[in-house]
């Protein structure tokens, strides 16, 4: 009887580990992954031309004096320059022609 209790004792043990081991070794956290999804390549359009290309988002960018992530380019199709910002509420770059 008190053998029986030990024995269950351990494995619940054994298992606990198991799970704490398996989350603690898991890859990325939550956090991780949403930042890492923040900064994939997106594909945006020239409010000008239309043309759509690949932007990257850097990890060291701009901020702008309103607190947004900012951003200048230009559009490779048009060669017009183009200020964006990130929205803060979906990662999304919004883009308009630079004035
Ligand atoms: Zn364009």
């Not at 494995?11 to 898991?26: C, D, G, P, R």
Request: contains cysteine; hydrophobic residues 35%.
């Amino acid at each position: 009887m008190w053998e029986k209790a030990r024995v269950r004792f351990y494995l619940e043990v054994q298992v606990f580990e198991q799970i704490f081991k398996s989350s603690n070794e898991a890859p990325m956290t939550p956090n991780q992954t949403k930042i890492q999804e923040a900064l994939d390549p997106q594909t945006v359009a020239c409010p000008k031309c239309h043309a759509e290309f690949v932007f990257y988002r850097s990890s060291a960018a701009h901020i702008d004096d309103y607190g947004f992530e900012s951003y200048q380019l230009e559009c490779p199709q048009c060669g017009t320059p183009l200020s964006g910002i990130i929205d803060p509420a979906d990662d999304k770059l919004l883009l308009s022609q630079a004035s």
